[in-house]
């Protein structure tokens, strides 16, 4: 079965946005010009950085597309320039490299997606509609570690289990290193597959008096501890927030980060409360926006096949930062 990342853009919702696509290699601009063609409509073509600030300037684009390896001026500086001249068009970059130096600078610098140029067919369309949309889009979550450096809500979509649970394991991997507390809410098979995982990078978790900062709850058993009605209930979600901030600094200490994957949306979703899931994370975004926690939601794929267009959007939208596995591909 191919797992392909939802549209979030459903077909004759109104006109195309416009983008402006720069890079040095004529190549990627016709190839990248082709992939975008069904969703968007063509604002202009640069082949170097000071061509595409006078291009935006006379096109006035609704997002840009951004190569970082230029010559005379890079995607950086290009941006910069961009901004001076005083474009409001989101960015999102492309790059032939995956280092943290490239990765921290594009996002720093305000851009609002990083894209490799090795998966621009399955991953600039997304990485362009959640730029429009507000969003930031990462390509893995070890780069979604490093750029949430004071916490966040973020949005996992996957196909099969082992993709997330690879990415996973990187991830609490990166989050341990750097003193994290650490909190996983999964069914057995995830907390299982992810504490081998991190057994094999050298964690003791898992077992009955294995690491003080990992911290494993049960879905099935920590539903019903929110759940009123039907609904979640906000003032029981408030106390477990307290709960859990209160292990964070307790764990970790004070200055410390709460890194939590959890799939509680997901499931009551799969189960057809989607007014529960979306209540759920709008409930979560509001209690934890001023703490130290960066949420990761798991979502599968099939969670959308057959919920209709505006689930997989409306579900986006409760998220500051959208990404997905590498078995995912494109429509």
Not at 60 to 80: H, Q
Not at 191 to 219: H, K, M, S
Not at 237 to 251: F, G, S
Not at 272 to 291: F, H, K, P, Q, V
């Amino acid at each position: 079965m191919i797992h392909r990342v939802p549209r979030l853009v459903p077909e004759g919702s109104g006109s195309k946005p416009r983008v402006l696509l720069v890079d040095d290699h004529r190549t990627v601009l016709e190839r990248v010009s082709e992939i975008l063609s069904d969703d968007f409509d063509l604002a202009g073509l640069a082949t170097d950085g000071r061509q595409g600030v006078d291009t935006a300037a006379q096109s006035n684009p609704d997002v840009i597309v951004l190569d970082i390896n230029m010559p005379v001026m890079d995607g950086f500086e290009t941006f910069r320039a961009l901004a001076q001249a005083g474009s409001r068009a989101p960015v999102v970059f492309l790059s032939m490299v995956n280092d943290d130096e490239h990765v921290n600078e594009a996002f720093r610098c305000g851009g609002r997606g990083y894209v490799l140029k090795s998966q621009i067919m399955r991953d600039l369309p997304s990485a362009l509609n959640h730029a429009l949309l507000g969003r930031t889009f990462v390509p893995s979550l070890s780069i979604l570690s490093r750029l949430a450096e004071n916490g966040g809500h973020a949005m996992q979509l996957h196909g099969h289990a082992k993709s997330l649970l690879d990415a996973l394991a990187g991830f609490f991997d990166l989050a341990l290193r750097r003193g994290d507390a650490t909190c996983v809410i999964a069914p057995a098979d995830v907390r299982e597959g992810l504490a081998a995982r991190l057994q094999r990078r050298g964690w003791d978790v898992g077992t009955a008096r294995g690491l003080d900062r990992y911290l494993v709850f049960d879905t099935a058993e920590a539903l019903p501890r929110f759940m009123r009605n039907g609904l979640p209930d906000p003032a029981r979600l408030a106390e477990i927030v307290t709960e859990l901030d209160h292990y964070r600094t307790t764990a970790g200490g004070t200055l410390s980060r709460l890194t939590i994957f959890g799939n509680m949306a997901m499931s009551l979703s799969a189960d057809g409360n989607t007014e529960a899931a979306l209540a759920l994370e709008s409930i979560w975004s509001r209690l934890t926006e001023d703490l130290p926690f960066l949420t990761v939601c798991g979502y599968s794929t099939s969670c959308f096949h057959h919920a209709g267009p505006h689930l997989y959007p409306r579900v986006c939208a409760e998220h500051w930062v959208v990404g997905h596995t590498s078995d995912l591909e494109s429509y």
